[in-house]
């Protein structure tokens, strides 16, 4: 039976024929051996280097996802070039083939445009850098820690320590938030005191506290003051900035800190009461 694959008859009498014939197809395919094997060392080689070089030029060990694309990139592109080379090198027209391949290509960019578009959205976030890995960020709904950048979704770790996988696409047209970046959050606090409380006193007290509190950031003032009459007391609203990885922690501290300076001033935390009014009922 013959085969045929781009003009050429495949099938191994007719191959055997043509090597006894023209002793020059020996010497193509060979040399079609020597640059395939020395298109995969190259490549290989070269991928490595580029890889290296961008490690150098990242910034942080966060950024080593993009070295890691580059290298890929790098080492396909001159495989492809090899492989069209050892085709050219075996008589196979190389024009029909490459016409062939861009073809296909269009057709599979066709298919998959919703995943082109988060390898393109991948790529700027890459070279953009709005967040790294290791930052905790906000985009959306999703909040939490950034595990891994991807070139078709981000992978971050919630509050609940649940891995999301964010496609690139969504990342992009979103608001993203980097609590990381500036390397101080605020935290806000609001409690509420009687109102026969002595106001002086009492900011002076919280302040000391806030002030004396082991996670905020010295060189971030603090705020303590007044905010609005509530229904049965004044509500004081205070912040202090800590490292955002310490924002838990710090809050919880503050907030039992605060509870026993209060107390141990004796100024009241108003709560709602509810009275009961019995009354008699005559016979």
Do not use: C
Request: aromatic share 6%; hydrophobic share 50%.
């Amino acid at each position: 039976m013959t085969q045929k694959a781009f003009g050429i008859d495949l099938s191994s009498h007719t191959l055997w024929q043509r090597a006894v014939t023209h002793p020059d197809l020996l010497a193509n395919v060979a040399t079609a051996l020597i640059i395939l094997l020395a298109t995969v060392i190259i490549s290989r080689l070269v991928a490595d280097a580029v890889r290296k070089v961008a490690r150098r030029m990242a910034q942080t060990d966060a950024d080593r996802t993009l070295p890691e694309f580059l290298s890929q990139v790098v080492r396909w592109m001159l495989l492809t070039v090899g492989f069209v080379a050892v085709m050219n090198r075996l008589g196979v027209e190389t024009a029909s083939f490459v016409t062939v391949l861009g073809a296909a290509s269009l057709s599979i960019g066709l298919a998959l445009q919703g995943t082109l578009g988060n390898v393109a959205s991948g790529l700027m976030i890459l070279f953009t850098k709005p967040y790294r890995i290791g930052d905790s960020v906000r985009i959306g709904d999703t909040s939490g820690r950034v595990h891994r950048l991807g070139l078709f979704n981000t992978e971050i770790d919630n509050v609940e320590n649940i891995r999301v996988y964010v496609p690139n696409t969504k990342i992009f047209s979103n608001e993203i938030a980097n609590i990381s970046t500036n390397g101080a959050l605020k935290l806000e606090l609001k409690v509420d005191i009687g109102y026969e409380a002595d106001l002086d006193a009492t900011l002076s007290l919280l302040t000391d506290v806030a002030r004396a509190q082991p996670d905020h950031i010295q060189s971030h003032e603090v705020w303590v003051g007044l905010h609005e009459f509530a229904a049965s007391g004044i509500t004081v609203r205070m912040w202090i900035w800590v490292v955002p990885a310490h924002a838990l922690n710090a809050r919880s501290r503050w907030m039992i800190d605060v509870k026993r300076a209060l107390d141990g001033a004796g100024v009241d935390i108003p709560y709602p009461h509810q009275v009961a009014i019995e009354k008699a009922v005559s016979a």
